[in-house]
């Protein structure tokens, strides 16, 4: 997309979140790899920057509000806006146990992360996507969070209360924030990567996570009419 230069990933140290990072970064955007552990997000920063990749770790823990008050500050320092916001950290605590052999502990870790950190960011780094002349913000979601594939017979294995019900609630803030930045220059979209081998499924999975980025990238390089750019 024309003019613009700047991408915050959150969890982008590893998985589908560094490989989104990487996509972004050989299409020429200054990634900044949001990353809870200073560390781990440094490491991701320098693969990348042998790569050629204008990266620079920003540190993120999305439950930690002062290090999403300290990141957005630092982006506005350093940038003046935010051009692209990818909402990927995420975790998944079921392991296969179903919902009644979850504790609450484990319902409000999952929301903490999944939906509580990725409002936060959201709504901090809001009035830096506005700055933007096109503003884009990517949620990723899962298949996990539809009610339609939940309906489908599964494998009990993702029959996962606090994973699922984590990201339906991303689908609905979205929904709910879309409607509020109707006639504002940004778009904010879900997306669904499919299932990948990462670390979050112990690396099982159908795709890899070069591939899961794919549609975080198409929806992250909209054109104003919402039609992908390339
Ligand atoms: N893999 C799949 O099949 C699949 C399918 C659909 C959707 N997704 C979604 O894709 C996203 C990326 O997951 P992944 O599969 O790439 O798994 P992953 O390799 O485990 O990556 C998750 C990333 O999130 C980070 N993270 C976790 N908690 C965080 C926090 N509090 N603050 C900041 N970062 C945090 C992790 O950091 P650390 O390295 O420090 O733990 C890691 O960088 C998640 O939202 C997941 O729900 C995955």
Same mark, same amino acid.
């Given at each position: 997309? =024309?003019?613009?230069?700047?991408?915050? *990933?959150?969890?982008? /140290?590893? $998985? !589908?979140?560094? #490989?989104?990072? %990487?996509?972004?970064?050989?299409?020429?955007?200054?990634?900044?790899?949001?990353?809870?552990?200073?560390?781990?997000?440094?490491?991701?920063?320098?693969?990348?920057?042998?790569?050629?990749?204008?990266?620079?770790?920003?540190?993120?823990?999305?439950?930690?509000?002062?290090?999403?008050?300290?990141?957005?500050?630092?982006?506005? =320092?350093?940038?003046?806006?935010?051009? *692209?916001?990818?909402? /990927?950290? $995420? !975790?998944?605590? #079921?392991?296969? %146990?179903?919902?009644?052999?979850?504790?609450?502990?484990?319902?409000?870790?999952?929301?903490?992360?999944?939906?509580?950190?990725?409002?936060?960011?959201?709504?901090?780094?809001?009035?830096?996507?506005?700055?933007?002349?096109?503003?884009?913000?990517?949620?990723?979601?899962?298949?996990?969070?539809?009610?339609?594939?939940?309906? =489908?017979?599964?494998?009990?294995?993702?029959?996962?209360?606090?994973?699922?019900?984590?990201?339906?609630?991303?689908?609905?803030?979205?929904?709910?924030?879309?409607?509020?930045?109707?006639?504002?220059?940004?778009?904010?979209?879900?997306?669904?990567?499919?299932?990948?081998?990462?670390?979050?499924?112990?690396?099982?999975?159908?795709?890899?996570?070069?591939?899961?980025?794919?549609?975080?990238?198409?929806?992250?390089?909209?054109?104003?009419?919402?039609?992908?750019?390339?």
């Amino acid at each position: 997309m =024309k003019n613009l230069k700047t991408a915050l *990933i959150t969890g982008a /140290n590893q $998985g !589908i979140g560094f #490989e989104t990072a %990487r996509e972004l970064g050989a299409m020429g955007f200054t990634v900044l790899i949001g990353a809870r552990n200073e560390d781990r997000g440094k490491k991701a920063e320098e693969e990348l920057l042998k790569e050629g990749i204008n990266a620079r770790f920003v540190l993120l823990d999305v439950t930690k509000q002062y290090t999403i008050n300290e990141a957005a500050a630092l982006v506005n =320092k350093a940038y003046g806006s935010l051009d *692209i916001l990818i909402n /990927n950290a $995420g !975790i998944a605590v #079921e392991k296969g %146990r179903q919902p009644s052999q979850l504790e609450m502990d484990d319902l409000k870790k999952t929301f903490e992360t999944n939906f509580f950190g990725l409002f936060e960011v959201t709504k901090v780094f809001l009035p830096l996507l506005m700055k933007s002349s096109a503003g884009r913000i990517v949620n990723v979601s899962s298949g996990r969070g539809s009610f339609a594939n939940n309906m =489908k017979p599964v494998d009990k294995s993702l029959n996962a209360l606090a994973y699922n019900s984590s990201k339906a609630a991303v689908n609905m803030l979205t929904l709910t924030f879309s409607k509020e930045l109707e006639g504002s220059k940004i778009k904010i979209n879900s997306a669904a990567p499919g299932y990948t081998i990462t670390a979050l499924n112990d690396f099982k999975g159908l795709k890899t996570a070069k591939q899961a980025a794919h549609i975080i990238i198409k929806l992250a390089t909209l054109e104003e009419n919402g039609t992908v750019p390339w």
